[in-house]
């Protein structure tokens, strides 16, 4: 029902899709940003929706836990989430890639809030690294609403290096929100 409303939304409103998934490429981190808007999400899950893309997102198991709200979020893609004891939250969605049949694109937003972060969680690239999959980059820009599914790199492991890469990309981008978006992903003193 939710991925009908996003297509609904996605379309309403005058969004243009731009990029597609290659047909080969069965899993995959997709790096959501800016994220300045709650209506971000809805407008990427009917872009990616519209594109017949399988896009997964990560929420607390516990919201799946209750009809309808289950049933609502899962329609949508959403892929509850659980700590475990001995296991980080990279290890776990990791292997949880890595185990599964089902061909997914999971999107990941590392700024974390809608509010100013200048410093991404950098779970999603460490997740990529781990499953072995590449990370696509995709953006809204709210200035031209064109909906974008841009560039893959596979992660090298040199950090410092690819996230030099995921800069380049977003920043000519122009989110909801411009105030709200920061493009310093690490501090060089990260690396030192």
Known sequence: MLKF??????KLSGWTLMGQMP???KKSIIVGAPHTSNLDLIIS???FHKMRLPIRFLIKKEWLRYFPVNKILRSA?????EREKNNTMVDSIADLISSSD???AILITPE???KRECKWKTGFYYIALKAEIPIFLSYLDYSKKLAVLGPSFMPSGN???D???IRDFYKDVVPKYPENFCLDIYQDSDFE
Not at 5 to 10: E, T
Not at 77 to 81: P, Q, Y
């Open 23 to 25: 047909a080969d490429v």
């Open 159 to 161: 950090f410092k290096s």
């Open 5 to 10: 409303i996003a297509i609904f939304m996605f």
């Open 45 to 47: 899950l009917g872009g």
């Open 112 to 114: 974390g809030t809608r």
């Open 163 to 165: 996230m030099q890469i």
């Open 77 to 81: 893609g959403a892929l509850g989430i």
């Open 102 to 104: 089902e061909r997914m």
